[in-house]
């Protein structure tokens, strides 16, 4: 400061909860010479110091500790003096505008702890200190203190009393500091949910995992399944999840030896958000039976108890899936894990720590994030959508909420598939506790434009119960509102997506500005015979891409009956329960039926994801692409990269898998670069020199990569969200924005 103050009151806002950041300023003025007080308002900090250097003292708080988000720092006169000494006080509830950060992986400084011989933390699971540890998951109000969190069942015994008021100590007012005298403990069950008597919980639960038993492993947002890689098929079993890829969790020194890790990758493996990150197999034929992918997702130990585990187990990775049905919330409490898996696992690992906050583990490929959870999420971001308060609900796939309020919009953890009472429960979970954590009185819901989404009907509900606008959102330009609110031509890329016209979108390019994002061109409208049924079966996909004889015969030469043929024959030809689609996925899933490679869809993305796999083999050759012009719109024929593909098959040796792998390649290859060839004519048409590419499509990573260099070719500016997934988890946070650009211009 260069106005020669010597104190003052300073406010701090931003993320200043749960980051250690009184115990920051308490020693900083210690360092300084400062006296005063710090003390916790909801969601900023009032500090009210003295001193000859005062204006270096709030230079260094600007800065703040690791985990800390500074939104604004302001230096108001002192109303009365100070004492002498500095003080933190007890803290008050105030002005709720920041937010809890997430939680975060264990510290080295604690995992060294946990394995110091004759130390208080020694072989103690929950150790943490304020710069690690839960956060979110055992937050259950503001400001945040020990008793307004989980961890207020577990009184703090002297030697951790003395550690928290001690200045000097690491976990100076750590809200979770405990230790095996006072905190969370371990309970180690059997299926019948009686408890195992041992003299170690983690050596027996070490020995269990070693001899190929399967454990529900309850960690710091809910609990996964873990078990070894032999014991990989039988989980898959109990699951019925044959072909679901499941993540591991890998030591450290055994990563190198099982796939291909860039620097990049490294340091989000070892991160404090400890993320599970997609890898490319070293081996693409190796551990086929955690996934038959070329890719695995992988995640290093991130808690006490994880690096307990491993310190004892002799295999050097874990299966570590979450427990819940895939789409369905986190399963969080033991009751419920036992009442739900007692058939699919042998052991409960579990603690007695409550969540108060369900949270999965985050997920990232080449960067971009996939599910925005653990670690990330909740996430904040300043961004000024105008004075109104807006709530986005997401869509009805991977969905999450996005609140905005006062410059700042906050994205919650991953909810999942809203298609299902129990998930929207979840939703309605997650909006309660952003209002209550936020302090927010919603004016605004933001919502997807398809009318029979759950997550559009909780937002009419909300709408009508409150008497607030709703804002209807058409999917796909919400994925661009989430990447930018600069003039573009915006490549949208997905799955599915309801269209102004009623069709099923999914391969759309818009132009323009938000609210005002024109549809130029799409992938060509093709049948879906079935609606969703054509989504689980691809091969029902492939005959509406191409409703010829020759597929009929190869789907009879599968086994398809003649009666299941002419079904299917007569509902394209009369267009009965046919819906019209767009979609870039729905394309991918009818090639890749067409190879053979995936011929029913048992998890999200599969028939794409697998034909991803197969194409990392091949080697890509230059097909013509086919446009046409409809109403001023340019559309891409997939007909024509179908057509294609199928006279290449026709010609290849049977049964060559060298020949799958190049056609496969070669479709991915081409049909990237027939859709960024419609975004250059777009942008050379209208003058934009952007294009900004979302949707889930883009984790493909020859798909994404092709589009960014033929944009980057025609020397245009190709731009990513890597704040947001690529995928639904943007929906929410792109909602707010549009309904925030519309609000303003109209207002």
């Known amino acids: 400061m260069g106005d020669g103050r010597k104190n003052g009151t300073i406010i701090v806002r931003g993320i200043v909860q749960g980051v250690g950041f009184r115990p920051f300023v308490y020693a900083k003025a210690q360092e300084l010479g400062i006296s005063g007080t710090v003390k916790n308002l909801g969601s900023e900090v009032a500090i009210h110091a003295s001193g000859e250097r005062f204006g270096e003292f709030v230079a260094a708080l600007r800065q703040g500790p690791p985990l800390a988000r500074i939104d604004s720092i302001a230096v108001q006169d002192l109303e009365e003096p100070v004492g002498s000494g500095f003080t933190i006080l007890r803290s008050t509830e105030g002005a709720l505008s920041g937010m809890i950060p997430p939680d975060v992986a264990i510290c080295d400084a604690c995992i060294a702890d946990i394995f ?73 069950y059997d299926q019948e949910g009686r408890i195992v008597d041992c003299c170690d919980i983690i050596d027996e639960a070490a020995s269990l995992l070693d001899t190929g038993r399967i454990l529900a492993i309850r960690g710091l947002g809910g609990f996964h399944i873990g078990c070894i890689e032999r014991s990989a098929g039988e989980l898959k079993r109990r699951l019925g999840r044959i072909e679901q890829p499941f993540a591991v969790m890998v030591r450290p020194d055994a990563i190198d030896r099982i796939a291909l890790v860039s620097d990049d990758e490294r340091r989000a493996l070892l991160s404090p958000v400890h993320p599970i990150v997609v890898l490319e197999k070293r081996d693409p034929s190796a551990h086929t039976g955690i996934s038959s992918l070329h890719t695995l997702g992988c995640m290093f130990p991130y808690t006490g108890l ?294 029913e869809r048992t998890y999200d993305g599969e028939p794409a994801m697998k034909l991803e796999s197969a194409a990392a083999a091949g080697k890509p050759e230059l097909w013509d692409l086919v446009t046409k012009t409809d109403g001023g719109v340019e559309v891409l024929s997939s007909r024509a990269l179908m057509e294609a593909a199928l006279a290449r098959l026709r010609d290849a040796r049977p049964g060559s898998r060298r020949a799958v792998s190049d056609i496969a390649a070669s479709f991915q290859y081409n049909l990237a670069r027939g859709i960024a060839r419609l975004a250059i004519n777009a942008a050379q048409k209208h003058g934009i020199r952007t294009v900004a590419l979302s949707g889930g499509v883009a984790y493909n990573h020859s798909i994404r990569e092709t589009i960014r260099a033929e944009v980057a070719a025609a020397s245009l500016d190709c731009i990513l969200n890597r704040e947001y997934p690529l995928g639904d988890g943007c929906v929410s946070f792109g909602q707010c924005v549009w309904a925030g650009a519309l609000l303003r211009r109209r207002d």
């Open 306 to 599: 994880h690096h307990l585990l491993f310190s004892r187990l002799k295999n050097p990775l874990l299966i570590m899936t979450s427990a819940n049905m895939p789409g369905y919330p986190m399963i969080t409490d033991i009751d419920v894990a036992m009442a739900k898996l007692s058939g699919s696992v042998d052991f409960f690992l579990t603690h007695d720590r409550t969540i108060v906050n369900r949270c999965d583990d985050s997920v990232i490929r080449d960067g971009y994030i996939i599910r925005l959870s653990r670690g990330i999420a909740p996430k904040r971001v300043a961004v000024d959508l105008g004075n109104r308060t807006i709530l986005g609900v997401g869509p009805e796939l991977n969905a999450n909420a996005t609140l905005y309020r006062d410059g700042f919009a906050v994205t919650s953890p991953h909810v999942g598939n809203v298609r299902n009472p129990s998930t929207l429960e979840y939703l309605k979970e997650t909006v309660a506790r952003l209002h209550w954590l936020l302090g927010a009185k919603v004016e605004v819901v933001a919502h997807d434009l398809h009318p029979q989404f759950l997550s559009t009907r909780f937002a009419q509900e909300l709408s009508e119960d409150r008497s607030i606008e709703r804002v209807p959102v058409q999917h796909h330009r919400a994925h661009i509102a989430a990447t930018t609110t600069e003039p573009c031509i915006g490549i949208a890329i997905d799955g599915v997506g309801y269209g102004d016209d009623g069709s099923v979108w999914g391969g759309e390019v818009f132009c323009g500005q938000i609210p005002d994002l024109k549809r130029v061109a799409h992938l060509e409208l093709v049948d879906m015979p079935g609606g969703d049924l054509a989504t689980r079966f691809p091969e029902r996909m492939l005959y509406g891409i191409l409703p010829e004889e020759e597929i009929l015969a190869l789907l009879s030469s599968r086994g398809w009956s003649g009666i299941e043929l002419g079904i299917l024959k007569k509902q394209v030809a009369t267009g009965f329960n046919v819906a019209k689609t767009s979609s870039t996925g729905r394309v991918l899933d009818a090639a890749s039926a067409l190879l053979n490679i995936c011929r």
């Open 116 to 188: 110091r011989v004759g130390g208080r933390y020694e072989k103690y699971w929950a150790t943490s200190c304020t710069n690690c540890g839960p956060r979110y998951s055992i937050i259950e109000s503001l400001p945040y203190d020990r008793e307004r969190t989980s961890m207020s069942a577990f009184p703090m015994c002297p030697a951790c009393a003395a550690e928290y008021t001690d200045p000097g100590c690491r976990r100076h007012h750590a809200q979770t500091i405990a230790c095996t005298s006072c905190g969370p403990q371990l309970r180690l």
